[in-house]
């Protein structure tokens, strides 16, 4: 035996330490079960073996120190389990390692140093234990590290600036622990960090000013942490190509995202540069008085006749009255025209940080082959918007067909995007370079018009031929697709999804009409203007988003989207291809969701009435596949599989069913071999591939 995959299941009980004696297994896969006990230190006889997965299990005690025997592993899966003691130092000699998980446990104890020997390591997650003392500086030499969270333990210090030497670390996780000391200057040497998490801490100083450099960065979580805002400075950082995205957090412990604004010229009524006087400052009654008198109490008598001094003093009064009216109403024309100067900086300095950001744009995604087009191009390749090339009209945006006019013969789907300016280059830097089979690939995009009133915002993607899911599993499909297409399908859904999620991304809006085929009904993920990356321990604060039946309660209750909001999503898909029904309405006309008609299904022993009409599938298939898609949707996230585990299972029941397929051929040939009066099997065989040839069904004729 070299593999044993026993994962999502309910299996309870203990490991038997008969498995030790498999000395030829790679894999061992009992993840998402029941079962409780102590992993046996027996299991390091196994010498062979490569991927230990015994994540979401009940397990207690310790990890085994001779787990530093098995030597092969590159895998090793502990999380969400209640494991105590200690990480063992052992754990160092397994220089293959690329992935360790011990999440979501009771560990304590530091982490040994001996970690940093793990040169291989892609991915460390040793979050939600009770971890202390320090991050050894030895972390810095894990090369390949792209993933590392040590958030939620109480671990001690500064972080080590050897951070810094890791080129290759993409998501960074030290929330809530108690680390002190500053940022490191390292982190903006991080070149390809897009997450950076640094909540509930004890840090100090204040964030480097050079971190606007970090131009994949799109997540910057350092609320609690005790960083500050740059020495005087009351404004985050804008200059080089700082994200939309972390301007938005930067709001939540700085003033603004903006840059300062020069200060106002003087209005032109005021010649000055000293602001207008203020009513205290008016002018005594002797500097606006043709005359004083030189004793209130002696009355001055002029030649000719003249005013009583009364006259004068009511005359004063009034000239003064008159004056403080009119600086008031000065003052007032002044302030306005401050605030109105004041009001166009700040804009011209918004639209200069926005236009620094869209430069910024096309060179950093320019390594990853996702080209920036001009207006023209994109009006060209699409006949100026005609309704003639019009594909789909969606929420987002219209998408329309087009060919390249740079080569005349790329087909585009060139969607005419309906998305705030930020939410645009988020999708542009999250989707260029995503190059997967399963993944509708990101070609280029185009930017122009009034970014700030009425932006034209083009993303252009590949073309897929055969439309969306959505029309295949409708009434009015071309033809019916079997349970293998839909298999296929499933997988290829699953297997994109598994690729979205290892980069932290969250779809959020899955459902058929988001899934396109290609030439060969290969199924690809399509439309990602909901991908978001996946929330931390924080509530969430992203209004939720999606298509009614295929959300998440989870999601809807909680507004914090994860991986597990995807898998909700695709175990309501799955049931939708397998049933032809609607997520919220069934064909006999009941108003509940398809997962209540589902389970009432299975609680009555009727498979059969799930299956699409006019499908044939064997039943034990139809009711392991339902019993998949409920467990993508059990109310304890933690407990849904994920979609590497989906893909898996889907494949094992594709080829059962494949293998029953090709076992009742072969018994039809049979059959007919005993209806031809002596004809030999061979000639049999041979007239089948014919009739297979010329696409006739197998049938009674004999071989000509």
């Known amino acids: 035996l070299v593999k044993l995959s026993l994962h999502s299941n309910r299996l309870t009980g203990t490991i038997p330490d008969s498995v030790s004696k498999l000395t030829d297994l790679r894999s061992l896969l009992l993840d998402q079960n029941r079962l409780t006990g102590f992993i046996p230190p027996a299991l390091s006889s196994l ?31 502990l999380s969400n389990n209640s494991l105590i003691g200690t990480i063992p130092s052992t754990i160092g000699r397994l220089t293959s390692l690329v992935s360790l998980y011990l999440a979501n446990n009771s560990l304590s104890g530091t982490i040994p140093d001996s970690i940093g020997n793990l040169t291989t390591l892609s991915s460390i997650y040793l979050n939600k234990n009770n ?48 680390l002190s000391g500053s940022m490191p200057q390292s982190f903006t040497q991080l070149t390809n960090l897009t997450e950076l998490r640094l909540a509930n801490n004890s840090l100090t100083g204040s964030i480097p000013e050079s971190i606007g450099s970090l131009v994949q960065l799109s997540t910057l979580n350092l609320i609690g942490s005790g ?24 709001l939540s412990f700085c003033t603004t995202c903006v840059k300062p604004a020069a200060p106002p010229p003087a209005p032109s009524s005021v010649p000055s540069t000293t602001p207008p006087p203020t009513p205290t400052e008016s002018p005594s009654p002797s500097s606006s008085s043709p005359a004083s008198p030189s004793s209130p109490e002696t009355p001055t008598s002029q030649s000719g006749g003249g005013l009583s001094a009364a006259a004068i003093a009511g005359i004063a009064v009034a000239a003064v009255a008159a004056l403080v009216v009119l600086l008031l109403i000065g003052m007032l024309v002044w302030r306005r025209g401050n605030k109105k100067e004041a009001a166009t900086s700040v804009k011209e300095g918004e639209d200069e940080v926005l236009q620094r950001d869209l430069e910024g744009l096309a060179g950093s995604v320019a390594a990853s082959h996702c080209t920036e087009y001009s207006l023209e191009e994109v009006m060209a390749a699409t006949s100026n918007w005609s309704d003639g090339n019009l594909l789909k009209s969606g929420t987002f945006g219209d998408v329309y067909k087009g060919v390249s006019p740079r080569d005349g013969t790329t087909l585009w789907a060139v969607k005419r995007a309906k998305l705030l300016v930020a939410d645009f280059q988020r999708e ?192 034990d298939a139809v009711l392991r596949l339902a019993q998949l898609a409920l467990s993508c949707t059990v109310e304890r996230t933690a407990s849904r599989p994920s979609m590497a585990g989906i893909a898996n299972e889907l494949q094992d029941i594709r080829n059962e069913v494949v293998g029953k397929e090709e076992l009742s051929a072969a018994v039809k040939v049979d059959d007919q071999a005993q209806k031809m009066n002596g004809s030999s099997a061979i000639d049999v065989h041979l007239q089948c591939i014919d009739n297979l040839l010329e696409g006739n069904s197998f049938d009674d004729r004999p071989p000509t």
């Open 131 to 178: 971890l202390t003392g320090s991050i050894s500086a030895t972390i810095g030499n894990l090369q390949q590290l792209i993933d590392l969270d040590l958030s939620a333990n109480s671990l001690i210090g500064s972080i080590p600036s050897t951070i810094g030497r890791i080129s290759s670390l993409a998501y960074l996780n030290l929330e809530s622990n108690s």
């Open 47 to 77: 010498e062979f073996l490569t991927a230990l997965r015994l994540n979401q299990n009940g397990f207690s005690g310790h990890i085994p120190s001779t787990i530093g025997r098995m030597r092969s592993l590159t895998e090793i899966g």
């Open 428 to 619: 542009v830097r999250q989707m260029a370079g995503k190059n997967h089979p399963n993944i509708v690939r990101l070609l280029g995009f185009a930017l122009g018009g009034d970014m700030r009133t009425r932006p034209e915002q083009v993303l252009i993607y590949e073309i897929v031929p055969n439309g969306d899911l959505e029309k295949w599993i409708s009434t009015q499909a071309p033809f019916h697709l079997s349970l293998k297409q839909q298999l296929d399908i499933l997988i290829g859904v699953a297997r994109g999804f598994d690729y979205l999620h290892s980069f932290n991304l969250v779809h959020r809006d899955m459902k058929p009409a988001n899934i396109l085929l290609g030439a060969d009904m290969q199924a690809k993920i399509a439309d990602f203007g909901l991908v978001r990356v996946e929330e931390g321990t924080e509530v969430g604060t992203t209004r939720v988003m999606g298509t009614p039946g295929y959300v998440d309660p989870i999601y809807s209750r909680t507004s914090k989207a994860t991986r597990a909001t995807d898998v909700y999503s695709f175990g309501v898909l799955m049931l939708v291809v397998l049933t032809g029904r609607s997520p919220t309405s069934t064909a006999d006309g009941e108003n509940s969701h398809i997962l209540a008609w589902v389970e009432a299904c299975l609680a009555s022993d009727s498979p059969t009435r799930l299956k699409d009409l006019g499908m044939e599938a064997p039943d």
């Open 227 to 250: 960083v500050s805002c740059p020495p005087d400075n009351t404004q985050c950082v804008v200059e080089q190509n700082l994200t939309s995205a972390f301007c938005r957090d930067c």
